[in-house]
């Protein structure tokens, strides 16, 4: 079975940092492409970055150029989003995501359920 299990979520203030965890586990980690994706209430998801089989390439969305960091460690089937210099339009639902391709750019076919940050100003 496949599962994708996210930690690492909260509450911070403006400027502080967080980072966020995906455990993966049931199918072979090595050869997808994770992502990130995030939802706001009220709003539709946005992909925020994404990270590649391989080359470990990386996809970021323009709202957070800069300022997060994605990473993956394959011999611990894990990803993670290191997120500085939080801004309160971060604030959304985080949900990791694995994709059916070694390369970003292409539908994610496995969730998890996602972690709630919140950035107050």
């Known amino acids: 079975e496949v599962q994708l299990v996210e930690s690492g979520g909260g509450l911070a203030q403006a400027g502080e940092s967080l980072r966020l965890s995906c455990a993966a586990s049931g199918f072979s980690f090595d050869d997808h492409a994770i992502g990130w994706v995030r939802q706001a209430p009220g709003k539709e998801r946005e992909g925020v970055s994404c990270v590649s089989a391989g080359d470990g390439g990386t996809d970021y969305a323009n709202s957070v150029k800069g300022r997060f960091t994605i990473s993956r460690d394959d011999a611990k089937n894990t990803v993670y989003l290191q997120m500085n210099s939080l801004k309160p339009e971060d604030t959304a639902v985080y949900f990791c995501?694995?994709?059916?391709?070694?390369?970003?750019?292409?539908?994610?076919?496995?969730w998890g359920q996602g972690t709630q940050v919140t950035v107050s100003s």
């Open positions: 995501a694995a994709s059916g391709s070694s390369w970003c750019g292409f539908t994610y076919d496995a």
